[in-house]
């Protein structure tokens, strides 16, 4: 007897499917904000808490239909006594990638980081759904 994986999903996909991890990468450090994903009636916003950055350690990108939001923070803290130096320093990064849907208007997207919260906002647009037609043929 053999045991067989079922994979229970729908075979039509939901909104939240578009905006599944394509890839995670953490390296040196254990960071990985999460990310809250909302649907609105005119678009899709995506919140993550991530306090203690500056606007310029952030970067959020578009490549097609692909968002990458990351970042990269480098802290060094140094302190010269007489006797000793103490020197420490931290890096930190992170970076998360959602698939979008088709119905995104790209050149709308913004991006605020406000008070240790990321917030990026895509307005949808109206996709063109192609309308059945006869064709007679002469």
Known sequence: MSLVKFNSRSLMPSWSDFFSDDKFFNSNSQFAPAANIEELDNSFEVRMAIPGMDKKDINVEL?????????????????????????????????????????????????????????????KQKVSVSKSKLIEVA
């Open 63 to 123: 490549d097609g239909n692909i968002l990458t939001i990351s970042s990269n923070k480098e802290t060094t803290e140094e302190d010269k006594q007489k006797n000793y130096m103490r020197k420490e320093y931290s890096y930190s990064s992170f970076a998360r990638s959602f698939t979008l849907p088709e119905n995104i208007k790209v050149e709308a997207i913004n991006a605020v980081y406000e008070n240790g919260e990321l917030v990026v906002n895509m307005p």
